[in-house]
């Protein structure tokens, strides 16, 4: 399988990479900035040059992938259209999509009850109509939206699940998301998916 990762120089993206070659699927590595891709050395990785912000840029890279991973976020000072523009590029141009975001955006706001949740969205007030927009980009291709409390870079037990996040109660203590755990979860749901056309949830067990 050929499997395209987008935001592949965070540090989720980086894991999402390692853990796909480590499965034996060819990779491609999208990135503004090809240098700062920080993956091994292998025959069955591309990293190719994208910009969400330069139209077709992303379409072009991700062309005979079988499905689009994206761990695609910004940092401080960057617009949060470029969620958007993401989204909706790879939503347009791939297959398939998983995409990683927030848990209590989007399609789980509520998620984290009213107080957690109000909090949530003053937080995250510049990217907070960015999230939602860019999940339904993602939804309205039929692809899978993951989202997840706070990364951490913490061990986990198990393999973790996802959950439909219609199936999932509020709860005023968001779930912890390790990085590693989000990373093969994602990857699972690309080479099998289960959650086609689905918000969900990423849960983990606390070691």
Do not use: C, Y
């Not at 480590?22 to 700062?36: F, K, Q, S, T, W």
């Not at 993956?39 to 139209?55: E, I, K, Q, S």
């Not at 499905?67 to 590029?89: C, E, H, T, Y």
């Not at 899978?144 to 973790?160: E, F, I, R, W």
Request: glycine share 10%; charged share 20%.
């Amino acid at each position: 399988m050929k499997i395209a990762v987008l935001g592949s120089t965070g540090q989720t993206g980086r894991l999402v990479i390692a853990r796909a070659l480590e499965r034996g699927h060819d990779v491609i590595a999208l990135a503004r900035r090809p240098e700062r891709v920080d993956a091994p050395a292998a025959d069955n990785l591309w990293v190719v040059r994208a910009d969400v912000t330069h139209p077709g840029s992303v379409t072009a890279a991700v062309e005979g992938a079988d499905v689009v991973v994206s761990a695609l976020g910004i940092v401080k000072g960057q617009d949060p259209a470029i969620l958007v523009q993401g989204a909706q590029q790879i939503a347009s141009a791939a297959p398939r999509v998983v995409f990683l975001t927030s848990l209590g955006t989007g399609a789980t706001e509520g998620a984290l009850g009213a107080f957690n949740g109000a909090l949530l969205k003053r937080i995250l007030r510049h990217e907070w109509d960015a999230k939602r927009d860019a999940g339904r980009a993602v939804r309205a291709a039929g692809g899978t939206t993951v989202h997840a409390g706070p990364l951490t870079n913490k061990p986990h037990q198990g393999d973790g699940r996802l959950m439909r996040a219609a199936d999932f109660g509020p709860r005023l203590i968001p779930p912890m998301a390790p990085r590693a755990g989000i990373a093969a979860l994602l990857v699972a749901e690309a080479e099998e998916p289960r959650f086609t056309d689905s918000d969900t949830i990423a849960l983990f067990e606390s070691r």
